[in-house]
């Protein structure tokens, strides 16, 4: 169905992170020149959040290589998480949620955000529309994930990825430590 579901537990987990910094970084993109006339400050918190969606980013795909190489070693945990898919989708379509338009339309606005023509204004708006998006999905998720054999279902599937994960490369745990580190710092910024 989507990006959210397709890939559940860690990879929804990365999503969710990594959607504040990638957002940053997308507006902050014409923000800096401004910013160095009024604020000195300003400029370096933006190459300091440019830093961090960096390494989020570089963090996300050597996770995903693993997990790729974790699932060709796991068809069980495919199964699973095909299972995981079609109930979260069917959920999701009994609850009249339809995603899909919502995340293509994030993808969108990222775009546009990064474009330099878009000017600041245009971003700004972007950034509301961008914003106004994500909290609807994440109380489509949130009220789907109220179903406690859907939650369930998630918790033990991520559970069982992130151990298979660590089994298939141990150097698993010190990424997702850096991850929650990075993303502590950039909550605190």
Avoid: W
């Amino acid at each position: 169905m989507t990006n959210m579901t397709k890939q559940p537990g860690i990879k929804s987990k990365l999503v969710k992170l990594a959607a504040p910094i990638a957002l940053a970084c997308a507006f902050s993109v014409s923000a800096a020149p401004a910013a160095t006339n009024s604020a000195p400050a300003r400029p370096q918190v933006s190459a300091q959040v440019q830093q961090a969606a960096q390494r989020v980013g570089q963090i996300q795909q050597e996770l995903a290589t693993i997990r790729n190489k974790t699932l060709k070693a796991n068809p069980k945990l495919v199964k699973d998480i095909k299972a995981y898919e079609t109930a979260f989708d069917n959920k999701a379509k009994a609850l009249g949620y339809h995603p899909d338009q919502e995340l293509k339309r994030l993808r969108e606005i990222q775009t546009k955000a990064r474009d330099q023509k878009t000017t600041d204004a245009q971003r700004k708006d972007l950034a509301k529309e961008f914003a106004s998006i994500q909290q609807k999905l994440i109380k489509q998720r949130q009220t789907i994930m109220s179903d406690p054999a859907i939650s369930k279902m998630e918790q033990q599937l991520e559970k069982n990825t992130i151990t298979a994960m660590k089994k298939q490369d141990p150097k698993t745990d010190k990424l997702l430590k850096e991850l929650d580190s990075l993303m502590a710092k950039f909550k605190r910024s």
